[in-house]
């Protein structure tokens, strides 16, 4: 008995016919949907250390649109009671904070040896080329001057938790 032969035409057709039926009666989740659920299901946290109050509330506002967890510290003091309750993903710090500057305290997170792991971002107005090299020296995984442009920011978050799984 001779074979049928098969009209990749009419099979095509079919497959578009059946595939638009069920996107019109199903909703169909989207790379970037299903990134966001991911998110709000396991959000990373970000621990911003800044002595401007108006700068950490536009920081947690900017990452919290994005999904992200926040957490703020004003200074040193704050940022001790904060890691009773908070295990950061990454850490975005000034260097002009009161008591302990941001390099003493990058130094000892550095040092620390459940923290020195955690992505440290250097965010700062101080932008001698003497000032980012100090923060590297510490162990700094980026610095961004200020102003910084919200989108780099937040592409350098993203890109150093992606990295630091």
Avoid: C
Avoid at 80 to 107: C, F, H, K, M, R
Wanted: no cysteine; aromatic share 6%.
């Amino acid at each position: 008995m001779a074979k049928k032969k098969i009209n990749a035409q009419d099979l095509i057709a079919r497959i578009e016919k059946m595939t638009k039926a069920r996107m019109a009666t199903g909703e169909v989740v989207q790379l970037d949907n299903f990134r966001d659920l991911k998110k709000k299901i396991d959000p990373k946290t970000i621990l911003v250390i800044e002595d401007d109050e108006t700068m950490r509330a536009a920081m947690k506002k900017i990452f919290e649109m994005d999904g992200y967890l926040v957490k703020l510290a004003a200074d040193g003091t704050e940022l001790a009671t904060l890691l009773d309750t908070v295990s950061p993903d990454l850490i975005l710090l000034d260097i002009g904070l009161p008591w302990l500057n941001g390099y003493e305290l990058g130094q000892l997170l550095k040092e620390h040896k459940e923290l020195k792991k955690i992505p440290l971002v250097f965010v700062s107005g101080k932008t001698s080329d003497e000032d980012i090299r100090k923060a590297f020296e510490i162990g700094a995984d980026d610095f961004v001057k200020k102003p910084f442009d919200i989108e780099k920011l937040k592409k350098t978050v993203a890109t150093l938790l992606k990295i630091s799984k």
